[in-house]
């Protein structure tokens, strides 16, 4: 399994279980109420760094920063059967459940669900704020907290057929296939994110739970693994990749 990770690349569990592991580690060392809002605000930074790279995408498109935009330059591409997700178009708002998802998989597999919500508290409002703040975004339920599904209401999505059609050109064709990052830059980034958050925060107790997150991390898939992601440390994540 360990060989089969390193030469497909990373993936949305590695994404998911990495977090989580340093997360928990964050926990434990300095406890439960610092600990998580520590974490709530990496994930806050990571999501509004996502988001403005998603921004300077459509600029340079001349695309206006609208909430179909938003969808139109993703940078996730979902591996294929791993998430159930249904979109209802509820002109002007677009509602979107989601019944499987490979984050809260992962996270309830291995017993960390606790940390793992922290993730899902921020993650969407901040993709979202940090494309346009004027936006808006309801997150009325995730699995994480309990909810049998997760439930996001994006205000003004495509209010009118051609704008439908055009965002799923641009979701499928251009720019949503260059917009795409691979997960290992997605896991680099989140990994840049967290240590620099918990550096800035705690200091040498901040690094050393990072340590340990890494430490799992290798322990599950081995440490080439462990290596790449230390790898994409000091990279620049606030602008858009070139290529």
Request: with cysteine; charged share 20%; hydrophobic share 40%.
């Amino acid at each position: 399994m360990k060989k089969k990770d390193q030469q497909n690349g990373f993936n949305e569990i590695h994404h998911a279980l990495l977090f989580a592991w340093i997360a928990n580690a964050i926990v434990e060392r300095i406890g439960e109420q610092r600990g998580e809002a520590i974490i709530r605000n990496a994930i806050r930074r990571y999501g509004e760094e996502r988001g403005r790279r998603m921004a300077l995408r459509a600029q340079a498109n001349k695309h206006v920063l609208s909430m179909g935009n938003y969808f139109g330059y993703s940078e996730y591409r979902i591996t294929p059967g791993v998430m159930d997700l249904k979109i209802i178009n509820q002109s002007p708002h677009v509602k979107l459940c989601v019944s499987k998802c490979p984050w809260h998989n992962a996270w309830k597999e291995t017993g960390m669900l606790s940390v793992g919500r922290l993730y899902c508290l921020e993650i969407d409002q901040a993709l979202v704020h940090g494309f346009n703040p004027v936006l808006q975004l309801e997150v009325n339920g995730t699995l994480t907290t309990g909810a049998a599904q997760c439930e996001f209401v994006y205000h003004n999505a495509y209010p009118t057929i051609l704008n439908y059609l055009l965002l799923e050109y641009r979701r499928a064709i251009s720019p949503g296939a260059k917009a795409a990052m691979p997960w290992d830059y997605h896991v680099g980034h989140l990994f840049n994110t967290l240590e620099k958050v918990a550096v800035e925060e705690l200091g040498q107790d901040g690094q050393k739970a990072v340590e340990e997150g890494l430490t799992e991390f290798a322990h599950r898939y081995g440490k080439q693994a462990a290596q790449r992601v230390i790898a994409s440390r000091g990279k620049d994540y606030g602008s858009v990749p070139e290529g």
